[in-house]
């Protein structure tokens, strides 16, 4: 019987096979397999990724803070452009004339006659540096009321910060009293109060011109007019004696600044104790000396309060004025003598007395033609 015979040829080449397809299946999966260097490249080209996504978010946030902040700026440019103004109530030109032009919001008016020197030979103190914040151009109402703003909206040494118009009104004046109508704008700012101001406005040549502006200092010092031309600057100078100080002028049919007079009050206590004869004025009288002045000349008078009795009257005091005379080493006047050099200072430069009249200056009467929006 023959037995099975083992053919070994066969089952070489079936292990050589094997083997083959044993390293061809090692190859694969060393190749899919990553390595060190396979796993750290891409943990760089996923953290070159992640920054490059994470640039992508910041500039993209950086785009949108910045156009929301131009957003924020052009809405915060909107409402100061819509705060800079608030409403006018701008008048109907009835008349059809410049000065109702003006008012009604059409109308020019020019500040190229308005001189410093002017209000040098007057009262300058009030001009402050308000000529150089004027227009150079001709400005419509509006135009002045945006003026004024830009000129405050600054802040340096001189101006503080937004300043504002607060209000403008207006009124009308017979300057020379010659039947002319001119126009006073009063302008009131926020506070301080010193950067309020009054202008007086005159047509000359068929053109608006401002003959007359000046500040309004407030508590210190204000400035009124009347519907004669008259021009009072009232206020306190700082002497702590001193109770007032009104320097008058008026605007002639011209529309050129005249000096009048100015008058001054002044408190004197003490009088008994520089001249014992004057003790009865310290115990029952407020003594005031008043001193009126103009050009180079200066006059004095005295004037007795008696507060009990609520009245102004002369103490029965033997040689009085005498005695306050060698007591202040002056030449003083009596009230009447007084009174007359008054007059005559109001003759020598043509005016009446309705234009320095106290009465006067409380009796004109403004209307609003612009407020600020709150």
Known sequence: MNKFKFNKKPMLIIGVVAVILVMLVAIIIHTCKPGKANVEGTEHEAQKASVDKTDVCETDKSVQDAVAEDSKEAGNVTDTEEELLGDFMFATNESGDLYDEFLAGKGTISFSDYSKDTNEATYSWNDGGLTNLLSKQDVTLEQLVKEVNDAFAPSDADHERNIKVESVSYSFID???????????????????????????????????????????????????????????????????????????????????????????????????????????????????????????????????????????????????????????????????FDKMKKKRLEEVGVSEEVVDVEEFEKLEYTQIYYERL
């Open 175 to 337: 300057c020379g009293m010659d039947g002319d109508r001119e126009l006073v704008l009063s302008i009131d700012c926020t506070t301080p109060p010193f950067y309020d101001s009054k202008m007086v406005i005159k047509n000359i040549d068929s053109r608006l011109q401002v003959v007359f502006a000046c500040y309004c200092q407030g508590e210190r010092w204000d400035v009124d007019l009347n519907e004669h031309g008259g021009v009072r600057n009232s206020g306190v100078p700082g002497n702590a004696a001193c109770m007032y100080y009104d320097a008058y002028a008026f605007i002639d049919s011209a529309g050129e600044i005249k000096p009048i007079y100015d008058i001054e009050a002044v408190r004197r206590d003490g009088l008994g104790e520089a001249m014992p004869s004057l003790e009865e004025l310290d115990e029952k009288y407020v003594v005031t000396e008043y001193t009126l002045s103009y050009d180079t000349h200066k006059y004095h008078t005295f004037g007795f309060y008696n507060p009990d009795k609520d009245i102004d009257e002369d103490p029965d005091i033997p040689n009085l004025k005498e005695s306050i005379d060698k007591c202040f080493a002056t030449k003083s006047l009596s009230k009447d003598e």
